[in-house]
């Protein structure tokens, strides 16, 4: 009997993410997961020739930008630290590229930007 390989589940999700990047239904994608993965991932994206930023996203994961060179460009400019440091600007612009419902994004935008009246330097928005 041959044995089969198993593909955790996060690898599932990652080949899906190619594959609609691959026939255009998404421009960029945002793909997190634990370190273990790394070399796997890597390997996956480099032989299906797809350009990504790799970047730590704590301690255990990682998060790969993956997508058309334009849109990484725009994230090496705009992600320059962990999410949860983004701006409500700089969130609101990341989750737009992402292809997040719209509605939703400005929902978030307004209430982050009024959340942090006041304690500017923790979000380090410009009053």
């Known amino acids: 009997m041959r044995q089969t390989e198993i593909t955790p589940i996060e690898m599932k999700v990652l080949m899906n993410h190619i594959y609609e990047l691959q026939k255009g239904v998404r421009q960029m994608v945002l793909f997190t997961c634990p370190k273990q993965y790394e070399a796997y991932a890597t390997k996956r994206l480099c032989s299906q020739?797809?350009?990504?930023?790799?970047?730590?996203?704590?301690?255990?994961?990682?998060?790969?930008?993956?997508?058309?060179?334009?849109?990484?460009?725009?994230?090496?400019?705009?992600?320059?630290?962990?999410?949860?440091?983004?701006?409500?600007?700089?969130?609101?612009?990341?989750g737009t590229m992402?292809?997040?419902?719209l509605c939703a994004q400005c929902e978030r935008y307004c209430e982050r930007?009024?959340?942090?009246?006041?304690?500017?330097d923790k979000c380090q928005h410009a009053q």
């Not at 992402?98 to 419902?101: A, I, P, V």
């Not at 930007?113 to 500017?120: D, L, S």
């Open 49 to 94: 020739n797809m350009d990504f930023v790799l970047q730590p996203a704590g301690k255990n994961n990682l998060n790969f930008y993956i997508g058309r060179k334009e849109c990484l460009n725009a994230i090496r400019l705009i992600v320059t630290r962990p999410l949860n440091e983004l701006t409500p600007e700089e969130d609101f612009i990341l």
């Open 98 to 101: 992402l292809g997040y419902d």
């Open 113 to 120: 930007k009024t959340a942090c009246k006041g304690r500017c």
